[in-house]
Each structure stands twice: as structure tokens, then as C-alpha cells.
């Protein structure tokens, strides 16, 4: 059964610092990897998705990488803001076992940025 | 373009009610998903569906099902409501297999 790990469980940082979100899986028949942001009360918003053929994507400040025969990826955020304080969520879409076909999602990372 | 789309956004039941959780899309999206999401315990898929007329069960299905008669719907029925199924649930559609999933903003529902 895939199961899907999120380090640190919250972390807390100054405004303008560079910062590391850590994803970990433990089946590495994946199709896809996508990271989500969540606010307090609100639902997912997708921020990348990366191909199980790909080793990274790239949206503005924001960039993932993937290394899918450790079963590792990361988020990378530039120059982090108040702005994006929220919880990242990881998520992996299964391409085998009795999860084919379906996200296994971590806990998520809480991230808070202060001014 | 309105995405994908939850009603109600919030909503409390006594033990034993029933309800449905309301969830269209207008993508055209084949694959849509239920999840729920309880404090410090991620999301659980409850159910899903590859098209219209299939649907099948996910980790977390007792006490619910599900219906998907068209492409755009996909609501989500609770028969006898428990405390246990106070969470929040989102619904998520998905063009493909391996294409990105859309959320829409949830459903919160307190049984008490």
C-alpha cells in the first residue's frame, strides 16, 4: 500500500527566506506527482504537477523536483512571502497495486512566513 | 468557466439524518473523486468514478454512495448520518488518468 510522508509536519520562517518542503513515497509505480496549497478553511489549489517521466517543473518562485527511484520529491520556494503561508499538501497518482488509479495524499507541511 | 462546483458549503445534521453532497463540474472531466479530510489525518478517497454510469468504492466508502448518471454530476449521498462522518469533503474531477486534478472549495458537515 502506497503510503505517502510530508517533513517538516509545520515549519516556521522569516519573510525572504529561501525554504525546502520534503515528500516521501514508498511505491515508486506512480503516474504523476502534484503539490497543493491549502488555506485555512478553503480547498486545494494545484501549484505543479509533475510526470513520472519528468525530474522537474518550475511555476514562478515555486519550483519541484522528482526523483522517482528514491520515491522522493521537493518544493523549493524562492524569497518565501506572508503571502504563502498555507499548508502544501503532496500527492501521488498511483499506476499500481490496489491503489492503481488513485491520489495517496501526505499529511502536508504547514507553512507559516512572518514578516 | 465555474470549475468544479460543491453545495452546500456548510451544513450541521442530528444522528440519523440523511443528506446529499452536491458536486458538478463543467470540464467535461471523465474521472471524479470524493475525499474527506479529517485534522492532522490528510485526504481519504470515499469514492470515484471513470464515466458516466462507473463508479467504485476508495479507501474510505462505508456509510455513503454515489451515483454519476451524467458526465457533469457526481453527488454524494449519506443514508443515516453518524458523528463520525463530521469532516470536510471535496470533490475533484480530472480529465484523464494522468492529468492534474481540480478541487472544488468543500463541503463542511458536523453530525451531531
Known amino acids: 500500500k502506497q503510503e505517502v510522508t510530508q517533513i517538516p509536519a509545520a515549519l516556521s520562517v522569516p519573510e525572504g527566506e529561501n525554504l525546502v518542503l520534503n515528500c516521501s513515497f514508498t511505491?515508486?509505480?506512480?503516474?504523476?506527482l502534484q503539490w497543493f496549497r491549502q488555506d485555512p478553511g478553503k480547498g486545494l489549489t494545484s501549484l505543479l504537477l509533475?510526470?513520472?517521466?519528468?525530474r522537474e517543473q518550475t511555476s514562478g518562485r515555486l519550483n519541484a523536483s522528482l526523483d522517482k527511484s528514491s520515491g522522493r520529491s521537493t518544493l523549493y520556494i524562492a524569497a518565501s512571502q506572508p503571502g504563502d503561508s498555507a499548508t502544501y499538501l503532496c500527492a501521488v497518482l498511483n499506476a499500481g497495486g490496489t491503489s492503481y488509479g488513485k491520489l495517496t495524499f501526505g499529511q502536508g507541511t504547514i507553512l507559516t512566513v512572518h514578516p | 468557466n465555474a470549475g468544479v462546483t460543491q453545495t452546500p458549503k456548510f451544513r450541521i445534521l442530528k444522528i440519523g439524518q440523511s443528506m446529499t453532497l452536491q458536486c458538478t463540474q463543467d470540464?467535461?472531466?471523465?474521472?471524479m473523486y470524493w475525499y474527506r479530510q479529517d485534522p492532522g489525518m490528510g485526504l481519504k478517497l470515499i469514492y470515484y468514478s471513470v464515466g458516466a454510469g462507473i463508479t467504485d468504492k476508495g479507501e474510505v466508502p462505508n456509510g455513503y454512495n454515489v451515483s454519476r448518471s451524467t458526465t457533469e454530476d457526481f453527488p454524494l449521498r449519506l443514508e443515516l448520518a453518524a458523528p463520525s462522518q463530521t469532516s470536510v469533503y471535496f470533490c475533484?474531477?480530472?480529465?484523464?488518468?494522468?492529468?492534474?486534478?481540480?478541487f472544488g472549495s468543500g463541503t463542511r458537515l458536523t453530525v451531531v
Open positions: 470540464m467535461n472531466h471523465n474521472y
Open positions: 475533484a474531477s480530472s480529465y484523464s488518468l494522468v492529468e492534474g486534478y481540480t
Open positions: 509533475i510526470q513520472s517521466s519528468q
Open positions: 511505491d515508486s509505480a506512480i503516474y504523476n
